[in-house]
Each structure stands twice: as structure tokens, then as C-alpha cells.
């Protein structure tokens, strides 16, 4: 019994010694990612990635710097200038990191049966992939999925929410899964 103690003591005393309180000067330091990718470690052996953002080619890349989701019109599945511009921005993105795999998201609002608004967020998240296509993404790399009105992202019946759900989402499914 008086090894248990003792030794759950020890290890106690051990952690303690380790920790070490982080060094707020490090940032001034230069450490960040280098031009390689990779992420370099502060002078007080911390990663500065959250405090440069999200690291190149990584879902939240995606979605901070680029953008995943476009809008449409009520029951409309064209896209508008807006969600060209930032398709484009993601085809440049998919073309820069080539071994991610996406799987674009159709969605509708709560207006409709359930198998038409399907059928909407259908077309809705293939309209995505084929202008992703047309700009030289290999269609094998993109999935596509309807969620039709199942998976609202704004609640409300009203034209503020109905405008947030007609959507569809990029979503990174990973290297060559």
C-alpha cells in the first residue's frame, strides 16, 4: 500500500516538473510554418499554429480561407455570380491540394415534399460539381449527397432561415479515401 502512495507521489512530482508555464515573448520569435508546410515549433516548444490560422490544405483552410458553402434562389438550383466566384476560389484550392477528396452537400428548405426537396438539393449539389468539373477538378475526387431539407442549418420558417438552408456545402473527406 505504502508503494502505491508513494508512487503515485512520484509520478505526480514527475508531471509537476515537467510542466513548464508557456512563454507569451515566443511569439515575436518568427516560429511559424515554414515554406515547406510544416509546422515550426516556438522557442517555448508550442506550435504557433493557432495563432497563424488553420494550417494549408486542411478542412478549416477550406473554410476559412476559401469558403464551402453557396446559396441559391427558391427552387433553383443555377448558380449565381457569387457562388461561381467562390467556386472558382475552391477549384484553385482542389488543383493546389490534389489529394484531397470532397463530398458536396445538397440542400433545400423546409418548403416542398421531402422527395422533391431531395431531387432540389440533388441538382443543387451536382450543379457544384459539374462547374468544379468544367474547371478542371477530376470528377473522381468529388462525391455528391442530397440532405434535402433534413439537415437545416437556420431554424425558422421564415425567408431569413429558407435562405441559409438552400445551400450546398464542400466538405473534405480526406487524401485519397
Known sequence: MRFKILGLFAAVALVAACETAPDESAAA?????????????????GTM???LGPIAGTAEDLVVNV????????????????????L?????????FFVQKVTIEGHADERGTTE?????G???ANAVKNYLVALGVSPD??????????????????EAAWAQNRRSVTKIVGAGS
Do not use: C
Open 29 to 45: 520569435s518568427g516560429a511559424g510554418t515554414s515554406a515547406s508546410g510544416s509546422t515550426q515549433m516556438s522557442s517555448s516548444g
Open 49 to 51: 499554429a493557432s495563432r
Open 67 to 86: 469558403g464551402d458553402r453557396v446559396f441559391f434562389d427558391f427552387d433553383m438550383h443555377t448558380l449565381k455570380p457569387e457562388a461561381r466566384k467562390t
Open 88 to 96: 472558382e476560389k475552391q477549384a484553385a484550392w482542389l488543383k493546389k
Open 116 to 120: 422533391y426537396n431531395l431531387g432540389l
Open 122 to 124: 440533388d441538382r443543387r
Open 141 to 158: 475526387r468529388i462525391r455528391v449527397i442530397s440532405y434535402g431539407e433534413e439537415r437545416p442549418v437556420a431554424l425558422g420558417s421564415n
